[in-house]
Each structure stands twice: as C-alpha cells, then as structure tokens.
Nanobody, 117 residues
Framework: QVQLVESGGGLVQPGGSLRLSCAAS????????VGWYRQAPGKERELVGH???????IYAGSVKGRFTISRDNAKNTVSLEMNSLKSEDTAVYYC???????????WGKGTLVTVSS
C-alpha cells in the first residue's frame, strides 16, 4: 500500500529555517508530481508549491524566493526547504502525490510547523 510520511516540523523563531521531508513507499514515485500544501488554523488548505516528475517547480507568491522544493527519485523523497520563516507560515504542512495522467492523489498525514518567538 502507498504510504507518505512527512517529517521535520517543529517550533522555529521568525527568520529561522526548517527543512521538511516526505518519504514515499509502495509507489512508482517518479511518475508523480509532488506538491506541498499547508493549512493554518481557521483557514483553508492552500498550495505551497509543487515539483513535476521532470523537476519543474512552481511556488505560491507568499513563499516564492523563501521556499525551495526538491526531489530525489532514487530515494523516493521530496523536501521543502523553508527560509526566512514568518509567523504567517505557521500551519500543518502536507505532502501530496498526484498522478497527472490518471488524476489519482495520495496524501500524507501532515507535520506541524510553528513560527513563533
């Protein structure tokens, strides 16, 4: 069965950095576009960014220039490097795998990032 596990969340001060990871198993990883989403308390889930099978990335305007998504198909992992963190970045971050050709989606359970002083 497919399993996605996010890790790396925690408490960080404003201006700090954090690196999240998503490890996938039971899936042909290289066939999927991988997205990072987040949901803050009282708000709807939003797209942070995604990376295609070919390594092409897009980012939400709120994080562009501060966050970087990368993937390692050999290790079935994707990372989200977050820099210059703001309190507004506080949210539960989710990893998503999307099979573009079929539309199938898989979601991780999320990891909490709290940016606070």
């Amino acid at each position: 069965q497919v399993q996605l596990v996010e890790s790396g969340g925690g408490l960080v001060q404003p201006g700090g950095s954090l690196r999240l990871s998503c490890a996938a198993s039971g899936i042909f990883f290289s066939s999927y576009r991988v997205g990072w989403y987040r949901q803050a308390p009282g708000k709807e889930r939003e797209l942070v960014g995604h990376i295609t099978s070919d390594g092409i990335t897009i980012y939400a305007g709120s994080v562009k220039g501060r966050f970087t998504i990368s993937r390692d198909n050999a290790k079935n992992t994707v990372s989200l490097e977050m820099n210059s963190l703001k309190s507004e970045d506080t949210a539960v971050y989710y990893c998503n795998l999307n099979r573009v050709r079929t539309g199938i989606n898989y979601w991780g359970k999320g990891t909490l990032v709290t940016v606070s002083s």
